[in-house]
């Protein structure tokens, strides 16, 4: 199989990335025309996500406090259709695809798959 039929091919790493400790006010500078930004710890390990609408909230108020935790992940390694078939039997419109280790390589959204 080829590795632009794996997830890790289709996922957009350009994703913004906050740590836990930042203010939603550096979520909301941040986040763009993004649905989410991942929240990370030390080297890019995925800690949560904070949706677009909670960065909305009060600009002082930390991520840690909104962080939606443990978000649905995959790995690189799994077949575009394999994930697209597991994404619409979950209705995920999202998932973010991770190293073994935890490590953040991108978001892959359901629309990205096709079919």
């Known amino acids: 199989m080829r590795d632009d039929d794996r997830a890790g091919?289709?996922?957009h790493g350009d994703v913004p990335r906050v740590g836990a400790d930042a203010s939603l006010a550096d979520v909301a500078?941040?986040?763009?025309?993004w649905e989410l930004a991942v929240v990370v710890g030390d080297e890019d390990v995925v800690v949560g996500v904070v949706r677009a609408e909670a960065a909305s909230g009060p600009g002082g108020t930390q991520v840690a406090a909104v962080m939606e935790t443990a978000p649905s992940t995959v790995r690189p390694s799994i077949t575009k259709g394999e994930l697209a078939r597991n994404m619409d039997h979950d209705s995920e419109p999202y998932v973010l695809v991770t190293t073994l280790g935890g490590h953040l390589i991108g978001i892959i959204r359901?629309?990205?798959l096709g079919g």
């Not at 500078?29 to 025309?33: F, L, S």
């Open 29 to 33: 500078r941040g986040i763009g025309e």
């Open 110 to 112: 359901r629309d990205d």
């Open 9 to 11: 091919a289709a996922a």
